[in-house]
């Protein structure tokens, strides 16, 4: 049974998601296969029920997705009936190798921000749907539920519109687009709630399970894969882990955990004292890490 807060939640996202549905002509639904987008994508159909989705899925592919998360995505897609598109990074460096300076050709994570901004140009899409949260992150705090993005795909954070009493300026020029954010205002245990309430399905890498583990040199534990860097690394054996948000294998960091079930889960939730990117390599990088691949064009 859904709470009186999760109930007014839902009601907000499901009308950011029919205002979406009624004025752009081509909307798609950024889809990490993560929690977040499994909500967002669980309101959209909702939103516009029993008439199909008006989205298609979008799925930027570092090429270093974790093999649950991947096949997640295209079960997803394929229970729904709905279009995926995916866009490889690393086929994006190989047809831009020339073009890119060297610090760009090492840096897959800054990459996906090129090639999400590649292939919103050559489709035309007008608006993509993310799954951000403002809790998320200090940058992410900034954002509206609808984002004006310039002909570059750039967040000026400054020129960000005025949104009084769920009044939206949808001005775009030509070669612009939006981003919207319909889980502005939900919180990571509100995620997990309504997955609960809902029923909603998700890859099993959220849950507890045994994996064989690196940790980094500021005790992060990561995913043993192919494409890991270990120089400077140690062995962190086989241990009992679950990942509080997904993303790239070499910078999601894991959590030591023997939540195995959504209840569990959230019960975890409430004691950690932590926040959720904290385990998020790449946010690491810089204190304004977010921000700056925001300006670039970033989810």
Not at 126 to 148: C, Q, T, Y
Request: charged share 30%; net charge negative; aromatic share 10%.
């Amino acid at each position: 049974m859904k709470s009186s807060r999760l109930l007014e939640l839902e009601a907000e996202s499901v009308f950011v998601f029919r205002e979406i549905a009624a004025l752009f002509k081509k909307p798609m639904l950024l889809f990490s296969g993560g929690k977040d987008s499994a909500v967002a994508l669980h309101l959209a159909k909702k939103s516009i029920y029993p008439g199909k989705t008006p989205f298609g899925l979008l799925h930027i592919d570092s090429g270093r997705d974790f093999l649950e998360t991947r096949d997640f995505i295209l079960q997803t897609a394929r229970q729904n009936d709905l279009a995926l598109t995916t866009v490889s990074v690393p086929d994006y460096l190989e047809r831009h190798r020339d073009q890119l300076s060297e610090d760009l050709k090492s840096n897959i994570n800054r990459l996906q921000s090129f090639a999400l901004k590649e292939i919103i140009h050559s489709q035309q899409y007008d608006l993509l749907v993310g799954g951000a949260r403002r809790d998320e992150e200090k940058a992410r705090a900034k954002e509206r539920f609808f984002s004006h993005r310039g002909v570059d795909g750039g967040w000026d954070p400054e020129s960000q519109r005025s949104e009084i009493w769920n009044l939206f300026n949808f001005h775009l020029h030509p070669g612009e687009h939006m981003r919207s954010f319909p889980l502005n205002n939900w919180t990571e245990e509100d995620i997990w709630n309504y997955i609960a309430a809902e029923k909603i399905a998700l890859p099993p890498i959220y849950f507890s399970h045994a994996r064989k583990c690196w940790i980094n040199t500021a005790g992060q534990l990561v995913a043993d894969s192919i494409q890991l860097n270990k120089d400077g690394w140690a062995d962190a054996g086989t241990r009992l882990v679950r990942c509080r948000t997904v993303g790239d294998m070499t910078c999601t960091g894991l959590v030591e955990s023997t939540a195995s079930n959504l209840f569990e889960v959230i019960a975890e939730l409430k004691e950690s004292k932590v926040s959720e990117r904290s385990s998020r390599i790449d946010d690491a990088f810089s204190r304004a890490a977010m921000e700056e691949r925001k300006l670039e064009g970033y989810f």
